[in-house]
């Protein structure tokens, strides 16, 4: 997120350019020859001054309320970065993807479609099932029966560890020991991403929270990603009827049309 104003929130933008610093350095240990890598990122010699020097290059002047907004933020996100160096400097992740891109296909089942679609269909049942053979099937397939809907997304880290893959999202709010499904759901969506692109076993999704270098970590079960899959689809089905209907929240506030918007929580 970025500064009040730009859609963003409260202290979020420091973070967000330390995680881009991180982010930046961790693209330079995977960029680097195999021999460098050492195993799970180990081997690598990069100073603090370093990395907070790519910090001092990534950073935008822009946005800020306030010049001593700014320096607020800028010193914030120093923080975060020493932190991070501290943490990880004796045994980097082994960061296999960086901004990791992908682009899913889901094929929607009859109840997500809508009614005068429905008409016209055969009456057979193609319910959604909850094996895996009919999970992947559902991804990356073509049309046969259901529409089939493209899902894009990009992943901030991927890291690889005995073979397995540890999916990481890097967050600016505040830091959470328990998560809600609305909360995995992001994670949800890239755990059924990567299963789809690298057919290799997935060890565990991770927030990572940057306001204290904290994660929280776990695995989506299968009933949770057939309810993500299935909460996708259903967004999708009331896209496709026009239904915008308004969620006013506490993120009014960051939103661009908070001030012309008859649904807004102030
Ligand atoms: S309810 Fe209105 S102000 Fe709030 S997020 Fe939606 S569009 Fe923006």
């Known amino acids: 997120p970025l500064p009040a104003g730009r859609g963003g929130g409260d202290s979020s933008s420091a973070p967000r350019r330390a995680a881009a610093s991180a982010k930046q350095y961790m693209g330079s240990i995977e960029n680097s020859p195999p021999s460098c890598l050492g195993g799970a990122g180990g081997g690598i010699n990069i100073s603090l001054e370093e990395i907070l020097k790519l910090y001092e290059q990534s950073w935008i002047d822009d946005w800020y309320e306030s010049d001593k907004q700014k320096q607020e933020y800028k010193k914030k996100g120093r923080e975060i970065l020493k932190e991070f160096y501290q943490k990880h400097k004796d045994n980097w992740p082994n960061a296999a993807y960086l901004e990791k891109g992908f682009n899913i296909k889901l094929r929607g089942t009859r109840k997500h ?154």
């Open 113 to 266: 479609e809508n009614t005068k679609t429905q008409k016209h269909e055969n009456t057979k049942t193609q319910k959604h099932e909850n094996t895996k053979t009919q999970k992947h099937e559902n991804i990356g397939t073509t049309a046969v029966g259901g529409e089939v809907y493209t899902v894009r997304g990009v992943i901030d880290r991927i890291d690889e560890e005995d073979g397995k893959l540890k999916i990481v999202d890097y967050k600016t709010g505040s830091p959470k020991d328990k998560l809600t499904f609305n909360e995995k759901e992001q994670l949800l969506i890239y755990q059924m991403a990567v299963s789809e692109i690298f057919r290799q076993e997935i060890s565990s999704l991770a927030f990572y929270y940057l306001n204290n270098n904290s994660e929280v970590e776990f695995l989506g079960t299968d009933e949770e990603l057939d309810k993500t899959k299935d909460k996708i689809l259903n967004i999708i089905k009331d896209i496709k009827k026009g239904e915008f209907p308004a969620k006013p929240s506490q993120l009014c506030k960051f939103c661009d049309f908070y001030s012309i918007c008859e649904f807004r929580k102030s």
